[in-house]
């Protein structure tokens, strides 16, 4: 036996006793205006939050305020008639040049503003952090008031690349000067559906 298989016998054998987890009830949110509060804090951060009755008032609010004649991309086949679709099967350095993506989150966190995001929803991973501006739509009940929740939401899942993205990419460690963008979109807006 050699000396790390020593030391890892070793380690083996002195491991405390097993503890039941701490109960974090008490930690649980208020589920009450949850959209509400979830537009707050996202416009609070830096981003735009807005509720919307369907797929149509998304489709009239980035015809506004977005730049159309420029590359605008998708997950969500509704919204092709004005973004291209996003294929998982395509080069990733093909998506280099996006000024928009439209893509779906799995579901939002009122008190900081994040939305989780799994690898299955992004179409191609890169898609959230390589274009100028992103745009995520949710579902109102699909946002819980705490991190609590949404750990408890994500709970096992094995859903592969994931994370929480929260409003526009922002910095401030460079001689204390903010930087927008500087390492993913410039804005994000989140579509609410009610």
């Given at each position: 036996m050699n000396t790390r298989e020593k030391i890892l016998e070793a380690v083996l054998k002195n491991q405390p006793a097993?503890?039941?987890l701490p109960d974090i009830a008490a930690f649980g949110g208020d589920n009450s205006n949850l959209p509400e509060?979830?537009?707050q804090v996202f416009n609070s951060i830096g981003g735009t939050a807005l509720l919307v009755d369907s797929m149509d008032a998304i489709i009239n609010f980035v015809q506004a305020n977005f730049e159309v004649s420029k590359r605008l991309v998708t997950t969500l086949p509704e919204l092709t008639v004005?973004?291209?679709?996003v294929s998982a099967t395509v080069d990733p350095h093909h998506?280099?040049?996006?000024e928009l993506a439209i893509i779906r989150g799995d579901f939002g966190v009122a008190e900081n503003g994040a939305i989780w995001l799994t690898e299955?929803?992004?179409g191609q991973?890169?898609?959230?952090?390589?274009?100028?501006?992103?745009?995520?739509?949710?579902h109102a009940q699909d946002i819980v008031p705490t991190l609590h929740e949404a750990y408890d939401r994500i709970g096992l899942a094995d859903t592969g690349f994931s994370g929480f993205i929260s409003g526009p990419s922002k910095t401030a460690d460079i001689e204390q000067a903010l930087v927008l963008g500087a390492h993913g979109p410039l804005t994000m807006?989140?579509?609410?559906?009610?």
């Open positions: 097993t503890m039941a509060k979830y537009i004005i973004a291209e679709q998506y280099e040049n996006i299955s929803l992004m991973r890169i898609i959230p952090y390589i274009c100028q501006h992103l745009a995520v739509i949710i807006t989140v579509f609410i559906i009610k």
